[in-house]
């Protein structure tokens, strides 16, 4: 079964940037959709950004302009690219992907973002 381990989070000041990466155990290949959600404190979990198997992106407004997702088949990894982080996008984010007949989540990882 696949599994996915986020990294790459931290605290970051007021207009950095941070690069998320999420690894996958398995074969990518056998996964078609993979977002980036996450969850502030207090907040319910919200979707970020979403890249189709065949690179098709979107993204919610607040982060557009901002970050860029990406996926790497070969190394089997998923990327989020953030800049001019803003203290509201201080949060738990989290990977998440479409494997057959099932929904897969990673634990997540911290970024704070200081003003």
């Known amino acids: 079964q696949v599994q996915l381990v986020e990294s790459g989070g931290g605290l970051v000041q007021l207009g950095g940037s941070l690069r998320l990466s999420c690894s996958t155990s398995?074969?990518?290949?056998?996964?078609?959709?993979m977002r980036w959600y996450r969850q502030a404190p207090g907040k319910q979990r919200e979707w970020v950004a979403m890249?189709?198997?065949?690179?098709?992106?979107n993204y919610a407004d607040s982060v557009k302009g901002r970050f860029t997702i990406s996926r790497d088949n070969t190394k089997n990894t998923l990327f989020l690219q953030m800049n001019i982080l803003k203290p509201e996008d201080t949060a738990v984010y989290y990977c998440?992907?479409?494997?057959?007949?099932?929904?897969?989540w990673g634990r997540g990882t911290q970024v704070t973002v200081s003003s």
């Open positions: 998440n992907a479409d494997a057959p007949g099932n929904i897969i």
């Open positions: 890249i189709a198997r065949d690179g098709t992106t």
């Open positions: 398995g074969n990518m290949r056998s996964i078609s959709a």
